[in-house]
């Protein structure tokens, strides 16, 4: 086992990560190594304004999550969270299909009103994350505007052929064919502060097990980021998201093989191969590790569901190991 790894002495653990994923690979990570050497580098390009208000679900998902004030059933949100301010924006006629509880819109409210004060992303997410109490370091891929944009192949967006993610994920639930995505702003965008060193400074780079495409694909289109990451190829250890062809939930299998990919573990490494060294697979998929060492990546097979702490505790181990 590396130095640190137990606790002894820190290593630095830098993750790049989408939502859902990545909050419960990062919940497993902090079980096993002391949480303020872990830093979380998080994509941004769900962003989305509602009603005003800026709202970064990817950061949300991985702070409740983390504050262990996630709620499960749904995957985003809070746990005991409350809806009178959604119903009082219905009785309007208010556009209610992002649905924001009452608790949560005030991590909202504080984002939209120290960004219109000036102050950057970055800042604001360190301030939020120590509102919840949390030790690992949050950081956003960027403070500028990058958009996930996806293109629906049948025109299904209700008029315009192009859509942001929210609307995708959420208004059209991705049930939704798509045949292109674009990270709009993504080519004149900086990292976010901090970004480059925590990815350079770190013992073990991971990528967690979020949609390659609209998760970590945002992220790797921020100029910087991805040669930052290559540079730590031999550190670099991804998890595959797709277990068994088929994402756990949500599109990540489907906009892959909309947009050519294969849907497969093997699919994964093609993606990844250049920027990670080894690549987790889970159980199901054992059977595909030698394809995926024929795509020049390590592969390590584990259980990866993480459908409780202990399970994800496990998994961060053998992540972190497999970087040694
Ligand atoms: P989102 O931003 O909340 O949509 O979530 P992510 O970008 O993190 O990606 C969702 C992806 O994470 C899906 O493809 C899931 O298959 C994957 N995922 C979620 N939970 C787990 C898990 O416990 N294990 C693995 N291997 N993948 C998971
Ligand atoms: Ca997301």
């Not at 990545?22 to 998080?42: M, N, W």
Request: hydrophobic share 45%; net charge negative.
């Amino acid at each position: 086992m590396r130095p640190g790894l137990r606790g002894e002495e820190p290593a630095l653990i830098t993750v790049l990560a989408g939502g859902v994923g990545a909050a419960r690979l990062l919940a497993g990570i902090v079980q096993v190594v002391p949480p303020a050497e872990v830093t979380a580098v998080v994509n941004t390009g769900d962003d989305v304004v509602m009603h005003g208000l800026h709202i970064s679900p990817d950061l949300d998902t991985v702070t409740y999550t983390l504050a262990g004030a996630d709620n499960p059933e749904t995957g985003w949100g809070l746990a005991g969270e409350t809806w009178q301010a959604m119903g009082s924006l219905g009785r309007y006629g208010g556009e209610t299909w992002f649905n924001l509880g009452d608790v949560d819109l005030g991590t909202h409210l504080y984002r939209t009103g120290n960004l219109a004060a000036g102050v950057g992303l970055a800042e604001i997410t360190a301030g939020i994350s120590s509102g919840w109490g949390l030790e690992p370091t949050l950081l956003p891929m960027t403070e500028d505007r990058v958009a996930t944009m996806m293109t629906l192949a049948d025109g299904s967006g209700g008029g315009s052929d192009e859509v942001g993610f929210q609307e995708y994920f959420v208004r059209l639930r991705h049930a939704v064919p798509v045949s292109s995505v674009r990270f709009a702003g993504a080519e004149s965008s900086l990292p976010g502060p901090g970004v480059l060193d925590a990815i350079g400074g770190a013992d073990v780079v991971v990528v967690a097990p979020s949609n390659p495409i609209v998760s970590i694909g945002p992220l790797l289109a921020v100029p910087g980021i991805a040669d930052a990451i290559r540079a730590r190829r031999d550190r670099t250890v991804a998890v595959s998201p797709i277990i068994a062809g088929a994402a756990l939930k949500g599109p990540a299998d489907r906009l892959m093989r909309e947009l050519g990919h294969e849907a497969s573990v093997v699919g994964v490494a093609r993606i990844y191969r250049d920027i990670a060294s080894c690549l987790v697979i889970d159980s199901a998929d054992a059977d595909l590790a030698g394809a995926v060492e024929t795509e020049g990546m390590a592969c390590v097979v584990t259980d990866t569901v993480m459908s409780s702490p202990e399970v994800a505790a496990e998994l961060a181990r053998t992540v972190l190991g497999a970087a040694s």
